[in-house]
């Protein structure tokens, strides 16, 4: 499996952007992505995940009604768009896969760079 995450940048307080996260190696129709970020200093916390087959949807706090998962199965590429950024929203993002069994992300993306300046 691999996971190949792009969209990152900088971007104002108040701005948008959209994050892909490029699946390929299997289908996955049987597991969750999702995303999660990394602050400078910090730990890696969950962001959202999205079912892969069903569409359900679950978002840590902080970003529900500003963040939105979403996926196309044909393109087999899940997406983050993110509205109404914050400077605590800079991180690097990374996107994850888990079996919809289990509770542990097994397969991981490479991050990619979030900055917003205030």
């Known amino acids: 499996v691999q996971l190949q995450a792009s969209g990152g940048g900088l971007v104002q307080a108040g701005g948008s952007l959209r994050l892909s996260c490029a699946a390929s190696g299997r289908t996955f129709t049987n597991y969750y992505m999702g995303w999660f970020r990394q602050a400078p200093g910090k730990e890696r916390k969950f962001v959202a995940a999205?079912?892969?087959?069903?569409?359900?949807?679950n978002y840590e706090d902080s970003v529900r009604g500003r963040f939105t998962v979403s996926r196309d199965k044909a393109k087999k590429t899940v997406y983050l768009q993110m509205n109404s950024l914050k400077p605590e929203d800079t991180a690097v993002y990374y996107c994850?896969?888990?079996?919809?069994?289990?509770?542990?992300?097994?397969?991981w993306g490479q991050g990619t760079q979030v900055t917003v300046s205030s």
């Open positions: 994850a896969a888990r079996l919809r069994s289990e509770y542990k992300y097994v397969y």
């Open positions: 999205i079912d892969w087959s069903g569409g359900t949807t």
